[in-house]
């Protein structure tokens, strides 16, 4: 019989989904014997919701090579199309897995038409230039929505862009974006068990994506621009692919965090600059082009701070500490090589080696 071999990229990507499996009923059994607080459960869908964002922004930063900093903003559109529809279809639509399904298919549709859209004109520029134009559709996108007004009644749906009471609205009308206000009452179908699903999507949409012929033109484009366009590699198809996939899984964790809470706002804090900022110290101190140190990176710096919220004083000084440490544990040249030479696989083959 004919033996498969099981190369390097499985055993990565089945390490990787083992892990997510793992703390998922790690985090289940602790649940049940009542060794999580109730402030620490309020936590579990946010952390799946950062990881998701931090594995689909390292597919732009790391697997493309292009610095966005608009990631926020594709999170907005998906958050916000989404609660949309839930808050329409809410009467409609009793089932709430049913509700929730189309909800998510049509938030990560809209963040990824908006992010091709505006991929189309900025994949044309590079570096500083790219990261600031990205920041801009970002906050561009956030501002558009604070002067949004949707209501409907039974004639249909009205707009404006002015206030709730140029709807026009008849006694049964209900505003349903209200401005700077947002929406509110949105269904609450969010869970961390989808959560995890929602992760484990992403995680093999990227993977794939990755290990493809697909996402080696991708990375051909990230390694040398000029070498990959002189062997016939479509330069705008696959950066636009890339941009879009991004764009989309943003728009995944958008929904997520949309039917987490009753109220959505688009705040800054919520989808503005600060927002982007974080997500990409998420790629960068787990490591640019790492997806399973993504995961790492957006699980621990979600949750130190909470656990070190008793050391209030010295807090923050903690949280710093790590963040350098992980940074250099990434980055400094002498640790990568310490890594490697103590790390598992190298010292297996050197046990087999000795006998």
């Not at 498969?4 to 009923?25: S, W």
């Not at 949309?84 to 399904?101: H, N, Q």
């Not at 956030?142 to 609205?169: A, E, P, R, T």
């Amino acid at each position: 019989m004919k033996k498969y071999k099981i190369t390097k990229n499985v055993r990565d990507n089945i390490l990787t989904y083992g892990i997510v499996i793992l703390a998922y009923f790690i985090i289940q059994m602790m649940i049940h014997t009542g060794k999580i607080s109730s402030l620490m459960q309020g936590l579990l869908v946010p952390l799946c919701i950062y990881v998701i964002l931090a594995v689909s922004l390292n597919l732009t930063v790391g697997i493309l090579g292009e610095l966005s900093l608009g990631h926020a903003g594709f999170m907005c559109v998906g958050a916000f199309t989404s609660a949309f529809f839930s808050k329409c279809m809410e009467d409609v639509i009793t089932f709430g897995f049913l509700r929730f399904a189309l909800a998510l298919l049509i938030g990560s549709l809209s963040a990824a038409l908006v992010g091709f859209l505006i991929g189309m004109p900025v994949l044309r520029l590079k570096g500083d230039y790219l990261a600031i134009v990205t920041l801009a559709f970002g906050e561009i996108i956030k501002n558009v929505v604070n002067v949004l007004y949707i209501g409907k009644d039974s004639s249909g749906i009205h707009f404006s862009m002015k206030d709730s009471l140029s709807l026009g609205l008849m006694e049964d009308g209900e505003v349903i974006i209200n401005g700077a206000q947002g929406i509110t009452g949105t269904p609450k179908d969010s869970t961390f068990t989808i959560g995890i699903v929602l992760i484990i999507l992403t995680l093999f949409i990227v993977l794939n994506l990755i290990h493809s012929r697909d996402g080696r033109a991708i990375m051909a484009i990230r390694d040398n621009i000029i070498a990959a366009e002189s062997i016939g590699i479509n330069i705008t198809k696959y950066k636009l692919m890339a941009f879009s996939i991004s764009a989309a899984l943003a728009g995944v964790a958008g929904v997520l965090y949309s039917h987490n809470l009753n109220s959505l706002m688009a705040t800054p804090k919520n989808f503005g600059y600060n927002m982007s900022i974080m997500i990409l110290v998420f790629v960068v101190l787990g490591g640019i082009g790492n997806i399973r140190g993504s995961i790492i990176a957006a699980v621990v710096l979600t949750l130190l701070p909470e656990l070190l919220r008793g050391l209030n004083n010295y807090r923050m000084l903690i949280y710093a500490i790590v963040l350098i440490l992980m940074m250099l544990f990434n980055w400094s040249p002498k640790l990568v090589e310490l890594r490697k030479r103590f790390s598992p696989r190298r010292l297996l083959n050197r046990t087999r080696e000795v006998q």
